[in-house]
Nanobody, 119 residues
Framework: QVHLVESGGGLVQAGGSLRLSCAAS????????MAWFRQTPGKEREFVAA????????NYADSVKGRFTMSRDNAKSTGYLEMNSLKPEDTAVYFC????????????WGQGTQVTISS
């Protein structure tokens, strides 16, 4: 099992930036995919971005393309979500998750970090 700890959330004004971090421990993420999801009250958790750890390939939800960038630091087993041009609708609790590359299900989740964007 992988233990994930998110950090970097906070309150920023619209148009601002934040960088979220997700530190993984307990298992090397080399053969995993790390992803970010977000959730607001009363809504389902939605996919934001993902990175395949082995080659660094990424994919993004349409709503964040061009604004968010996901990356990883192999030495630190830490993934990052750089969020720019933030909008009030980006306000949510952001969760980090990991799954084996060939799995369809994210079974390992962090505790979440709150991101609030003021207008």
């Amino acid at each position: 099992q992988v233990h994930l700890v998110e950090s970097g959330g906070g309150l920023v004004q619209a148009g601002g930036s934040l960088r979220l971090s997700c530190a993984a421990s307990g298992r090397t993420p080399r053969f995993y995919t790390m992803a970010w999801f977000r959730q607001t009250p009363g809504k389902e958790r939605e996919f934001v971005a993902a990175i395949t750890w082995s080659d660094g390939s990424t994919n993004y939800a349409d709503s964040v393309k061009g604004r968010f960038t996901m990356s990883r630091d192999n030495a630190k087993s830490t993934g990052y979500l750089e969020m720019n041009s933030l909008k009030p609708e980006d306000t949510a609790v952001y969760f980090c998750a990991m799954k084996p590359i060939l799995s369809r299900t994210y079974n390992d989740w962090g505790q979440g970090t709150q991101v609030t964007i003021s207008s």
